[in-house]
C-alpha cells in the first residue's frame, strides 16, 4: 500500500518570494514515480513536475524544483519568484509498481495563497 | 489538441436515478482512471482499465461501474446513485502502466445527488 502524506492544509506566501510545499510517502515497491499536481480554483488538474525514484537528480520545471529525499521518504516542492496565478491547491502524488496496481495514489493537497 | 474530455462537467440528480459520465481521450492511452475529490481526502481511485476489456477496482469502487470497450472511452456508471457519492469526479489517463508516464486529467464533473 502507499500513502502521501501532506502536512500543511494551507500556505500563504508574498509575491516574488520562494515556498516550500513538504511532501512524504511510505511504499514498499522499489520503483516509483512521484508527482505534483496543481489544481487551480477553476478545478482542472494541472501535472507540474515528475521525479522517479532512481533519478538520481532532482526534477527542476521552469520555477518549480523537486527537492527528493529519497532515503527520508520526501519530495518536497519548491516554487520560486512567487506569482499571484501560483494561488492554488497543491497534490503530491505517487505511483508504484507493485503487484497488478498502477494507481496514482495522493496527498490532501496544500492550499497555497500568493499575496500582492 | 490532446486532451481528456468528460461530459457533462455539472449535473444534479435524484437518489437512485441511474447516470453515466463520459471519459474520451484522443492521445490512444491504454491506462485510464477514474478519481473523486472529497475536502480533506485529496483524490480517491474508484476503478482503473490497463486496456481494452480490461478494468479492475481502485480504493472506492463500491456504487460504481465501469467499462472499456474501446481504447478511448471510459465512462462511469452510477447505476442508483446516493447522496455520499455527491463529489468532484476526474477522468484520467496516461501512455501506459509505466510508473514515470504522467497522468492527464479531464476537466472534472460536479456530480450532486439530493
Not at chain 1, 525514484?53 to 519548491?78: I, M, P, W
Request: aromatic fraction near 12%.
Amino acid at each position: 500500500a502507499q500513502k502521501i502524506t501532506q502536512t500543511q492544509p494551507g500556505m500563504f506566501v508574498q509575491e516574488k518570494e520562494a515556498v516550500t510545499l513538504d511532501c512524504t510517502y511510505d511504499t514498499s515497491d522499489q520503483s516509483y514515480g512521484l508527482f505534483w499536481y496543481k489544481q487551480p480554483s477553476s478545478g482542472e488538474m494541472i501535472f507540474l513536475i515528475y521525479q522517479g525514484s532512481y533519478d538520481e537528480q532532482n526534477a527542476t520545471e521552469g520555477r518549480y524544483s523537486l527537492n527528493f529525499q529519497k532515503a527520508r521518504k520526501s519530495a518536497n516542492l519548491v516554487i520560486s519568484a512567487s506569482q499571484l496565478g501560483d494561488s492554488a491547491m497543491y497534490f503530491c502524488a505517487m505511483r508504484g509498481i507493485g503487484s497488478n496496481d498502477y494507481k496514482l495514489s495522493f496527498g490532501a493537497g496544500t492550499t497555497v495563497t500568493v499575496r500582492a | 489538441e490532446a486532451q481528456v474530455t468528460q461530459n457533462p462537467r455539472y449535473l444534479i440528480t435524484v437518489t437512485g436515478k441511474k447516470l453515466t459520465v463520459t471519459c474520451s481521450q484522443n492521445m490512444n492511452h491504454e491506462y485510464m482512471s477514474w478519481y473523486r475529490q472529497d475536502p480533506g481526502l485529496g483524490l480517491r481511485q474508484i476503478y482503473y482499465s490497463m486496456n481494452v476489456e480490461v478494468t479492475d477496482k481502485g480504493d472506492v469502487p463500491e456504487g460504481y461501474k465501469v467499462s472499456r470497450k474501446e481504447k478511448r472511452n471510459f465512462p462511469l456508471i452510477l447505476e442508483s446513485p446516493s447522496p455520499n457519492q455527491t463529489s468532484l469526479y476526474f477522468c484520467a489517463s496516461s501512455l501506459d502502466r509505466r510508473s514515470n508516464q504522467p497522468q492527464h486529467f479531464g476537466d472534472g464533473t460536479r456530480l450532486s445527488i439530493l
